[in-house]
Structures are given as C-alpha cells and as structure tokens.
C-alpha cells in the first residue's frame, strides 16, 4: 500500500518556541493531504485541509496563523505550530489522498507526538 | 452532538469469543463509511470499508443501516491481536474529508 512519513516522530520543545512537521508521500503524488489532531482518550479531529499550490483550509475553531501549513509539492505538506503552548501538546497526524485511487483511500503518517513544556 | 459516536467500552473478551459494537453518526448526507483500527499510540489503519449490504473481510463483519445511521462491526473467533482501539470512520459528501469516533477498546485475554 501507499506509504506517508512523517517527520519528527517525537518533539519536546519550551513553551514559546515553533515546530515544524513534516508530511510526505513516499511512492505517490498527492494533491491533497489532511492534518489531524488527536488528544489523550479522544478522537481524530481534523485542523485543516492542504492543498498543493494553493492555501490551507481550516476547519472551525483552528486558528490559521498558529498552524501555518504549506503545501509545496505533491509530496510534501509541512505544519508549523508556531509559538507552542502547553495546551498545543498533542498527537498530531497527516494523512495523503491517492489522487489517482479509485477509492480516494486516505493513507496516514505515523503521527508526530508533540510535548511542549 | 458528535458527527460520530461510539461506545469507548472497552470490551474485555476471551480468545475465540465474537464481539460487537456499533456506532451512529449524525449527518444523513455521509457517503462513506469504515472502520480503522488503532494501536496504542500509532496511527489509524483501514481495517476495512463499510457497504450498505454490508460486508465481510475474514473474521470481520461490518453492516450499515443508513435509516437508523448506525453501522456496526462483528469480531469473529477474537484472537489476541485484535486487541486495539476501533475508530467508527464517516467521510462527508464528497469532499474527502473524515470524521471520526472516539473510538472502542477491545481487549482480548488469553
């Protein structure tokens, strides 16, 4: 099946500073990539919607200029956390659409668990 | 109201024995449907897709009932690696977008 990275795995970073995720698809091009939140014991939510060459949409409640995405190439979508929080500790995930999947199949990274402090 | 929402259990059962929960979701336009599975702090993975005559993958069975917005998941003959979080999964329309549940635990014990 598809593969989709992430990168870092794991951060720890102090309260104030930015972090910067990164997604790739590895063996397919994806136009569209979705950016996930998920807390302890809760569900998946959803932040916002990468587009390649274009912006970002985000879904309600998520502010824009904290979660910066940028979605440069069919391959790579990255998430900025900017001026992290204690309250912005999460596990965050990526997930690529197969534009040419029949089933429009979403492929997930691995999740990036972010630990400010 | 939640989009989706499942029953977190969690579902303590022995090896060989069937398991099954359900979940319900609010909005009537949903198109599709799916169950993922969860490990413990990775991410989710299809376990399979949810047809409205519902439909069968070895040991696993999911059913849909779009009238009364619930579908359901069946866990056959539960072997120890079953053990995992079960996401009750609904894509919106047709803009590609999940929305998923909280999630059910199951746990199989030897």
């Known amino acids: 099946g598809a593969v989709v990275s992430q990168h870092p795995s794991r951060v720890i970073c102090k309260s104030g500073t930015s972090v910067k995720i990164e997604c790739r698809s590895l063996?397919?091009?994806?136009?569209?990539m979705f950016w996930y939140r998920q807390f302890p014991k809760q569900s998946l939510m959803l932040m916002a919607t990468?587009?390649?060459?274009?912006?970002?949409?985000?879904e309600q409640g998520v502010e824009k200029d904290k979660f910066l995405i940028n979605h440069a190439s069919l391959t790579l979508s990255t998430l900025t956390v900017t001026s992290a929080h204690p309250e912005d500790s999460s596990f965050y995930i990526c997930?690529?659409?197969?534009?040419?999947?029949?089933?429009?199949?979403?492929?997930f990274g691995p999740g990036t668990r972010l630990t400010v402090l | 109201r939640k989009e989706v929402e499942q029953d977190p259990g969690p579902f303590n059962v022995p090896e060989g024995a069937t398991v099954a929960f359900n979940c319900t979701y609010s909005n009537s336009a949903s198109q599709s449907f799916f169950w993922y599975r969860q490990d413990c702090r990775k991410e989710p993975k299809l376990l399979m897709s949810v047809y409205s005559s519902g439909n069968e993958d070895g040991r696993f069975t999911a059913q849909l009932n779009r009238a009364s917005q619930y579908i359901s998941l069946l866990i056959r003959d539960s072997k120890l690696s079953d053990s995992a979080t079960y996401l009750c999964v609904v894509r919106r329309s047709n803009d590609y977008k999940l929305s998923f549940g909280a999630g059910t635990t199951v746990t199989v014990r030897a």
């Open positions: 997930s690529a659409r197969d534009q040419r999947e029949r089933f429009n199949e979403q492929f």
């Open positions: 990468s587009n390649e060459g274009s912006k970002a949409t985000y």
């Open positions: 063996d397919f091009q994806a136009t569209t």
